[in-house]
C-alpha cells in the first residue's frame, strides 16, 4: 500500500531507499527465514534456516534437512529449486505484528563437506561485524553448518520481492550485495539482532503518549516521516485498543502502529539526525515529542 503522504526533510531516505535498505537487511540475516522445494513436493511446507548474503549476490543457507525430504535427498551436485522466504516480525511481546517479509525464488546447490569450511572462510558478507557483540550473519550461518545433521548451502536468485511498510517492490540480488557508497553506509551502521531489541526498548521507553504525539504529528505533517497504511480497527482486541506498538527500528527510523478505536494508523518516524544508535534513539524521539505535546495539547 503506498503512503498517503511523505513528510521529507534533509537526511530522510525516500521510498525507494528504504526498500532497498529493508531488502538488503532481510537478505543479510535478519528475520526468519525457511526454504521450500516447491517443484519437488509443493506439499512439504518450509524448512527454517540461518542466512546470509555473500558480496557475490549468493544466499548462504544452514539447515538441518528433515530426513526423507525432497532437499534431504537430493545429491549434492544437483540444482534444486528453491523458494526462500524471510518475515521479520515486530518485537512486541504477545503480538505478532509483520513488519515487512522478503521471497526469491532461486536454484540451491548443496556444499560438499569437504569443501564447508573453505567456502566458509572465503565468503564475506556486506554487513558489518556489530562493534560490541562481533556478531555477523555468516557467523551464525557458519555455527550452525558446523553441527551435527546440518549443511551449508548456496541459493543463487536475480530478484527479491518485499512486502514491506511502503508497499511492494522487486530489488535485484546483485544490486543488494554490491560494494556502492549506500552499501558501504548500510554495513557501517548495520545493527545486530542485540541492537535491533536495545532500539526496540529505548522507543518504548518513550512511553504512548510520546509516541501518540509522534504518530499524530507525521500524520499532520508537522515531522518528518510518512504514513505507511490506515485500515478500519474492526476485529482488534480491546487491550489494544489507543496503545502504540512499536512494529520496526532501524538507524533511520521508527515504524510505530497506532491502534485507535475506529483506525489503525502505520507510520514511520524519520530519526533526526540519522542515521542514529540504539542507544541515542530515546533521546533523540524524546526531545522530538517535547516540542509536540504542547502543541498537540492545545489542539486537543
Known sequence: MSPAHEHQSTGVPGIDERARRMARRLLAGAGSAAVSAYRLDPSVGGAYVAHALDVEGLILIAIRPQPGTPLADAPDDRLVDVRLDIVLDASEPGIRVTAASAHVLGTLRWVPANWVETVLAESATPACHCAVTGEDPLGRVSELARTPGARLALVQGSRVILHGPDG????????????????????RTAWSPLDVLDAHEAVRSVGDLSLRALCEAVIADEAPGSLHSRRPSAGVARSLIERVLVVDADPWGVTLMHVGSDETRTVLVALPGAPLAPAEIAPALGALADELLPARFQLG
Not at 522487486?170 to 553506509?185: K, N, T
Open 168 to 187: 511492494v517492490s522487486r530489488h535485484m540480488v546483485e544490486d543488494l550485495a554490491g560494494q556502492g557508497d549506500e552499501e558501504a553506509v548500510a554495513a
